[in-house]
T-cell receptor, first 119, second 111 residues
Framework: GAVVSQHPSWVICKSGTSVKIECRSL??????MFWYRQFPKQSLMLMAT?????????EQGVEKDKFLINHASLTLSTLTVTSAHPEDSSFYIC???????????????FGPGTRLTVT | EDKVVQSPLSLVVHEGDTVTLNCSYE??????LLWYKQEKKAPTFLFML????IEKKSGRLSSILDKKELSSILNITATQTGDSAIYLC???????????FGTGTRLQVTL
């Protein structure tokens, strides 16, 4: 159980275009989803936290107008990188957390990641 | 600002060696410390530590938390080539119920 998928796995796009990445919880309802970015040989950096039906909370330094997050249902969150530039090339990973918190609120299930290359 | 630091950044050992990976944290409203293993894709969960001094063990891997020193270690004994990966620690904080990841330690186990 607790499987999270991401689509696409890898995307190459031209500079200036927008790219949408989907994150789905396949066998549980994710009340909260997290979006991370990982540059080569670096750790995961949390970009934003999204709760179903409400606006995402962005980490300091992350442009909310550039990285649009939508969490319209309990099984789907999307990250849209608008007007992508080569510096946005990175590995984007989502994670999902079910339930309403409590003792296991630490438990995040990670998707396989999406590698974005902007040319 | 919450901060998690791991050391060393990178490590190469021979198969059969024992390694110790370090993680230190400075975060607000700390609740627990998690260890993950990341190979090619997303991290996979290894341990969650909440109480100081209690060792968690899974096969050749073990981990312990020292809340006084704000640190944790991950031990891997009798390393195998399959242990080659990036090991990440993350502090789970209660304020926003989020994970702050460390810099990661890249472990390579050679024959």
């Amino acid at each position: 159980g607790a499987v999270v998928s991401q689509h696409p796995s890898w995307v190459i796009c031209k500079s200036g275009t927008s790219v949408k990445i989907e994150c789905r919880s396949l066998d549980f309802q994710a009340t909260t989803m997290f979006w991370y970015r990982q540059f080569p040989k670096q750790s995961l950096m949390l970009m934003a936290t999204s709760n179903e039906g409400s606006k995402a909370t962005y980490e300091q330094g992350v442009e909310k107008d550039k990285f649009l997050i939508n969490h319209a249902s309990l099984t789907l969150s999307t990250l849209t990188v608008t007007s992508a530039h080569p510096e946005d090339s990175s590995f984007y990973i989502c994670s999902a957390r079910g339930g309403a918190g409590g003792q296991r609120s630490y438990e995040q299930y990670f998707g396989p990641g999406t590698r974005l290359t902007v040319t | 600002e919450d901060k998690v630091v791991q050391s060393p950044l990178s490590l190469v050992v021979h198969e059969g060696d024992t390694v110790t990976l370090n993680c230190s944290y400075e975060v607000t409203n700390f609740r627990s410390l998690l260890w993950y293993k990341q190979e090619k894709k997303a991290p996979t969960f290894l341990f969650m530590l909440t109480s100081s001094g209690i060792e968690k063990k899974s096969g050749r891997l073990s981990s312990i938390l020292d809340k006084k020193e704000l640190s944790s270690i991950l031990n891997i004994t009798a390393t195998q080539t399959g242990d080659s990966a990036i090991y990440l620690c993350a502090a789970f904080t209660g304020t926003a119920s989020k994970l702050t990841f460390g810099t990661g330690t890249r472990l390579q186990v050679t024959l």
